[in-house]
């Protein structure tokens, strides 16, 4: 079958030894999906390199030999003349850098450094947010929130522009008393605020008098994470967006998950966010 789809974020998962592409958006009718593609391979240049010494590239590593899964031969354009191109497939996109490496003995190795995710886009044509065809069938997959489309084939279809997307924002309050410094593994986050279009609420487990229909209590801070949980499923956002979020709220947030013996399983393949590295 073939369904009208919007991308609006891309990522890959090793799946049984193999890379599978992951873009997760919206169907043309309002729908979240997940659109798996098995079909692309991690791969860099070699200019005016000899492909049997390429083909027998061999790293070795901890957990087992890499080597070159195959070569084909190209003729490109590289700063204004013809070469001879050598296109070097990898298994996984973590075996790209090492083979970069040991390719680099034999030409001059480019375009390694590009993300997998991103070179999909690339390739492929497809811009975040604009149309594209997916042909292939939906799976059952009790792994993810949201149905998985197994892609055949995707391709960019047309400019339109997916409608305006429906975007949740957060923000976190901790405990930390006067002349102490921030550390979450002391001090316990006392309040989270959720926004979106048409929705506000505050969640604390610090009670005070309020006429205010939008605070919600909760008994203590592992039922305030929990909630928050609950409204990222309910409120289905886009984007769940705040004020360096990844740098200080989600990295607090998760250390206080895990002293409170609980899961922040946010994402749309019920994984937790990853704090971001400073």
Known sequence: MLIKFFP???????????PVIHLYGRTSD????????????????????????????????????????????????????SVNALKVFAGLPSDVPLLRRAASMYGAALEADIPFARRYLIDKGIVPMMACEVEGEFEH????????????????????????LRIVSFDIETHSPLGKEIS????????????????RRVITWK???????????????????ERFVQLVEELQPDVLAGYYSDGFDFPFMLARAARNNVQLPIGLDFSQPRAAKS
């Open 8 to 18: 609006i974020d891309v990522t890959y998962k090793v799946v049984r030894g193999m």
């Open 30 to 81: 309002g729908r979240r999906v997940c659109v798996a593609d098995s079909s692309f391979e991690p791969y860099f240049w070699v200019v005016n390199g000899q492909r049997d010494d390429v083909e027998r590239i061999s790293v070795q590593q901890p957990g087992g030999e890499v080597r070159v899964k195959r070569v084909e031969q190209h003729q490109k354009k590289y700063l204004g003349s």
């Open 141 to 164: 997959n009790p792994s993810y929130r949201v149905p998985v489309f197994r892609a055949a084939s995707v391709s960019e279809s047309s400019e339109e522009v997916a409608e305006a």
């Open 184 to 199: 979450p593994a002391e001090q316990p986050v006392i309040m989270l605020g959720v926004a979106s279009d048409g929705f």
């Open 207 to 225: 009670r005070f008098d309020t006429r205010l229909d939008y605070v919600e209590f909760v008994d203590d801070e592992r039922q305030l994470l």
